[in-house]
């Protein structure tokens, strides 16, 4: 039977291994579980080891489960690094289709240069931001990228308020009119800004809400499996005999 000693230093090479496997440095992991880094760097030194709800909160952040994270059986690196892999190509789509909305603003600014060169064609580039954003959103929306999400987000409040205020500007100006308390469009951003901050808050709190929920459920589920897997003392003179 193994000793304390070993348990913890065979949960301490596993848990630097699938860390590494996904990624992530011991402060990202230590955020991911609501632990800080010195307790992940004490875990993989072996001097201690996490409780076992910490144990399958680390395992489902790493993609592993709890037996091959304290040492039962070895998960391919493979498949965590799997993972990582879908991640950068998530970021290449992304990065292929920002191209995209570029390309297009270009060839409408060199488009209007050409047909009618006294009209404002480099607003094609600022429009371009606030699309560029719309079509971040859409990803992130479907990969459950959140923070990226939030940013961009943000990114089209503001540059919505812009493209307006731009156009406006243009076009009182071309008709005539005043254009001086066009600039408080842009006092619209603060309560949208807020409620997009307001709307992460509580949606981050949620996940964390059913994060724990889910957690707990899978602590009954690991603890009722363990149970049954051991055999009674009926069992195992049984087995003795």
Known sequence: MENVSEINRKIADNLI????????????????????????????????????YTLIQIAQTLGVTVGELVGEK???????????????????????SSGIVWLVATCMF?????????SPAWLSFVYAIAVNAIVIIVYA?????????????SVLIWMALTCTYLTARFVSIA??????????????????????VLWAFF?????????????????VEEVAAAEKETPSEEEKAELAE
């Open 17 to 52: 291994r699938y860390r590494k496997a996904a990624g992530l440095t011991q402060a990202e992991l230590a955020e991911k579980i609501n632990y800080s880094d010195k307790s992940v760097s004490k875990w993989e030194s072996g001097n201690g080891m996490p409780d076992v």
């Open 203 to 219: 949606r981050s709190l949620f996940k964390k809400n059913k994060q724990t929920i889910s957690n707990k459920i899978a602590v």
């Open 74 to 96: 070895i998960a391919p690196v493979t498949e965590i690094k799997a993972e990582k892999k879908t991640k950068g190509l998530h970021l290449l789509i992304m990065l292929l």
């Open 110 to 118: 060199v488009l209007l240069h050409l047909v009618a060169p006294a």
């Open 141 to 153: 929306s479907i990969w459950k990228q959140r923070v990226i999400h939030f940013l961009a987000v």
């Open 175 to 196: 008709v005539g009119n005043s254009y001086e308390a066009l600039w408080m469009v842009f006092l619209l951003g603060i309560p949208l800004q807020v409620l997009e």
